[in-house]
T-cell receptor, first 113, second 115 residues
Framework: GENVEQHPSTLSVQEGDSAVIKCTYS??????FPWYKQELGKGPQLIID?????GEKKDQRIAVTLNKTAKHFSLHITETQPEDSAVYFC????????????FGKGTLLTVNP | DAGVIQSPRHEVTEMGQEVTLRCKPI?????LFWYRQTMMRGLELLIY????????DSGMPEDRFSAKMPNASFSTLKIQPSEPRDSAVYFC?????????????FGEGSRLTVL
């Protein structure tokens, strides 16, 4: 199917703590898994992505892990800062599509100073 | 560099009126997408153009919705007649030429309110 479950829907952490957001998908043909960050009044912006031939990818304080067997992938943000506060969306390419993305419902992350 | 440019940023109209949303993709990007964002349904793909040709319009909700891309630097999404349930934020996004699944560059969106 073309659904993706994203949890939690809201997440509040203290500055400096880590934040983890998890998505579960059902389409085993999917091979591309991006994460987008959306700030208030802005469009979503890609922050990191992973393809199905790797299990983990890291970019400074952000990392994504992929478990294709269990069909889930997670976003990890370490040493959170107030400017990390935003809505984060996972997405995947249904059926291995080379253009279509199905987005999760989003996680509102609040980093408290 | 200019990003994806959308207009208007905000539109308030009455039910039954025609609404036209506009998008200028990033120069050199040959893929263009229209998405709709609502609290209930999240981000939904409405239509995808490649090289100005509509490839997938399966997400267009009804015949009241239509989209065009007359050239590589301009696209419109039209709703006629508009209904209150069309109220949402409409995003245009583009992707570089030659890219398959990869980064989408979103505009800042057009917030539509239909009274």
């Amino acid at each position: 199917g073309e659904n993706v479950e994203q949890h939690p829907s809201t997440l509040s952490v203290q500055e400096g703590d880590s934040a983890v957001i998890k998505c579960t998908y059902s389409d085993s043909a999917s091979n591309y898994f991006p994460w987008y960050k959306q700030e208030l009044g802005k469009g979503p912006q890609l922050i990191i992505d992973i393809r199905s031939n790797v299990g983990e990818k890291k970019d400074q304080r952000i990392a994504v892990t992929l478990n294709k067997t269990a069909k889930h992938f997670s976003l990890h943000i370490t040493e959170t800062q107030p400017e990390d506060s935003a809505v984060y969306f996972c997405a995947f390419s249904p059926g291995g599509s080379n253009y279509k993305l199905t987005f999760g419902k989003g996680t509102l992350l609040t980093v408290n100073p | 560099d200019a990003g994806v440019i959308q207009s208007p940023r905000h539109e308030v109209t009455e039910m039954g009126q025609e609404v036209t949303l506009r998008c200028k993709p990033i120069s050199g990007h040959n893929s263009l997408f229209w998405y709709r964002q609502t609290m209930m349904r999240g981000l939904e793909l409405l239509i995808y153009f490649n090289n100005n040709v509509p490839i997938d319009d399966s997400g267009m909700p009804e015949d009241r919705f239509s989209a065009k891309m007359p050239n590589a630097s301009f696209s419109t999404l039209k709703i006629q007649p508009s209904e209150p349930r069309d109220s949402a934020v409409y995003f245009c996004a583009s992707r570089p030429t030659g890219s398959t699944t990869g980064e989408l560059f979103f505009g800042e969106g057009s917030r539509l309110t239909v009274l």
